[in-house]
């Protein structure tokens, strides 16, 4: 009998010829390395408060949510999380969904639909491509960071339902949405905003409510048309993910998110450290300058080791190093290893071809050794693995 999985052998063996073959490498409970990979931005994941908020769900409530949202999934801690999240953020209403992928899949799919026009951002995350594939909407993929081209797209199409979906904060490079501009389009338009607030809940916001989210800060939260996602998995250090928005589309996701209706709900232990965390960040809003701070320090490190990769001034959490080759990302990364620092690593298809690079988060907790080894490591690794490329 011929092998119906052969090829997966060959595509194995171009993957790693490519310098794209990945593997899962366990983390220890205790390791020596200064975390720069993580999306843990305020430091919570560990925060004794968020882990005790945790174990007071699952002592409470169970290991598991036992159902769907709609049959015996929602908790009062879930209903109390979702009117927390609300109140923080400035918006009408919430929904939690078990993460943020699933929160993106049941927005955007149950927003548009057949007979509806996605105009998708050209860099935006898996989620949001996933969603606008499976809306069965006709999908057009646009610049979002170029107002004017979604016009554009907006003005020549046919279709009355309209969703215009984008990053608030780009996961790789932390570039932010013109979110007041593309919400003004969308305005004139007639078009749903959704945008996908992952990196910029507990990272951006207003000044009088820091962490709110880049949605907040740009005083959108209220505004019709403009739905936000976000995940709880990350400056929250919990898991989940959560839609915001006017009571009556929550209410429609209720009846037609399909990846909200047919999915196990969130665990009580993530919707208690979730609403933990919530309390330390609406308490302590000052975390959110020490990222910044610390954010800061470390693109100064980067910018001196490698100058010729043009790091910028960050806005969020991320400074990416660009590198090239994927084989340059990964040597750089083992070799920060080595030393004492995980970096994150992304190569395509995660970013385009050419581009692979070092993307290093900060974090709220980092103290000042951390960052000294951070400098140190910067130092030694990138213009190591720059000098291997100029001569190989």
Same mark, same amino acid.
């Given at each position: 009998?011929?092998?119906?999985?052969?090829?997966?052998?060959?595509?194995?063996?171009?993957?790693?010829?490519?310098?794209?073959?990945?593997?899962?490498?366990?983390?220890?409970?205790?390791?020596?390395?200064?975390?720069?990979?993580?999306?843990?931005?305020?430091?919570?994941?560990?925060?004794?408060?968020?882990?005790?908020?945790?174990?007071?769900?699952?002592?409470?409530?169970?290991?598991?949510?036992?159902?769907? +949202?709609?049959?015996?999934?929602?908790?009062?801690?879930?209903?109390?999380?979702?009117?927390?999240?609300?109140?923080?953020?400035?918006?009408?209403?919430?929904?939690?969904?078990?993460?943020?992928?699933?929160?993106?899949?049941?927005?955007?799919?149950?927003?548009?639909?057949?007979?509806?026009?996605?105009?998708?951002?050209?860099?935006?995350?898996?989620?949001?491509?996933?969603?606008?594939?499976?809306?069965?909407?006709?999908?057009?993929?646009?610049?979002?960071?170029?107002?004017?081209?979604?016009?554009?797209?907006?003005?020549?199409?046919?279709?009355? +339902?309209?969703?215009?979906?984008?990053?608030?904060?780009?996961?790789?490079?932390?570039?932010?949405?013109?979110?007041?501009?593309?919400?003004?389009?969308?305005?004139? +338009?007639?078009?749903?905003?959704?945008?996908?607030?992952?990196?910029?809940?507990?990272?951006?916001?207003?000044?009088?409510?820091?962490?709110?989210?880049?949605?907040?800060?740009?005083?959108?939260?209220?505004?019709?048309?403009?739905?936000?996602?976000?995940?709880?998995?990350?400056?929250?250090?919990?898991?989940?993910?959560?839609?915001?928005?006017?009571?009556?589309?929550?209410?429609?996701?209720?009846?037609?998110?399909?990846?909200?209706?047919?999915?196990?709900?969130?665990?009580?232990?993530?919707?208690?450290?979730?609403?933990?965390?919530?309390?330390?960040?609406?308490?302590?809003?000052?975390?959110?300058?020490?990222?910044?701070?610390?954010?800061?320090?470390?693109?100064?490190?980067?910018?001196?080791?490698?100058?010729?990769?043009?790091?910028?001034?960050?806005?969020?959490?991320?400074?990416?190093?660009?590198?090239?080759?994927?084989?340059?990302?990964?040597?750089?990364?083992?070799?920060?290893?080595?030393?004492?620092?995980?970096?994150?690593?992304?190569?395509?298809?995660?970013?385009?071809?050419?581009?692979?690079?070092?993307?290093?988060?900060?974090?709220?907790?980092?103290?000042?050794?951390?960052?000294?080894?951070?400098?140190?490591?910067?130092?030694?690794?990138?213009?190591?693995? +720059?000098?291997?490329?100029?001569?190989?």
């Amino acid at each position: 009998m011929n092998d119906p999985l052969a090829w997966l052998d060959e595509t194995a063996q171009d993957r790693r010829a490519a310098g794209l073959r990945r593997s899962l490498t366990p983390r220890e409970v205790v390791e020596p390395l200064v975390d720069l990979a993580s999306n843990d931005y305020l430091g919570l994941a560990r925060d004794p408060r968020v882990v005790e908020g945790a174990v007071e769900a699952t002592r409470t409530w169970g290991a598991g949510s036992t159902g769907s +949202r709609l049959v015996t999934g929602t908790t009062r801690l879930h209903a109390a999380l979702e009117e927390e999240l609300a109140a923080f953020c400035g918006a009408e209403a919430a929904l939690v969904f078990s993460s943020g992928y699933t929160a993106n899949l049941g927005a955007v799919t149950a927003l548009s639909g057949r007979g509806a026009v996605v105009v998708s951002d050209v860099a935006a995350h898996a989620s949001l491509v996933d969603a606008a594939r499976l809306s069965r909407a006709r999908v057009v993929v646009s610049r979002c960071s170029v107002p004017a081209e979604v016009d554009a797209v907006l003005a020549e199409a046919p279709e009355t +339902r309209r969703v215009v979906v984008t990053d608030g904060v780009d996961s790789v490079d932390g570039g932010l949405a013109p979110l007041g501009e593309l919400a003004a389009v969308c305005r004139a +338009r007639g078009a749903v905003l959704l945008v996908d607030d992952a990196h910029g809940l507990g990272v951006r916001g207003p000044a009088s409510r820091p962490g709110a989210g880049l949605v907040a800060e740009a005083g959108l939260m209220r505004e019709r048309g403009v739905v936000v996602t976000a995940t709880l998995s990350k400056s929250l250090g919990s898991q989940g993910g959560v839609v915001l928005g006017d009571a009556d589309v929550i209410a429609h996701l209720i009846d037609a998110a399909r990846s909200f209706i047919f999915d196990t709900a969130l665990a009580p232990a993530a919707a208690g450290a979730a609403q933990a965390a919530l309390g330390v960040l609406r308490d302590e809003p000052e975390r959110v300058a020490a990222l910044h701070a610390a954010a800061a320090s470390v693109a100064a490190s980067a910018r001196a080791a490698a100058s010729w990769a043009g790091v910028a001034e960050p806005t969020a959490a991320m400074v990416p190093v660009v590198l090239g080759e994927p084989e340059l990302a990964t040597a750089a990364r083992d070799a920060c290893a080595e030393a004492g620092l995980r970096a994150g690593c992304f190569r395509p298809p995660s970013v385009p071809e050419g581009t692979s690079r070092l993307r290093l988060t900060a974090r709220a907790d980092l103290g000042a050794d951390d960052l000294a080894l951070v400098d140190r490591v910067l130092a030694e690794v990138l213009p190591a693995v +720059r000098g291997t490329a100029l001569t190989g």
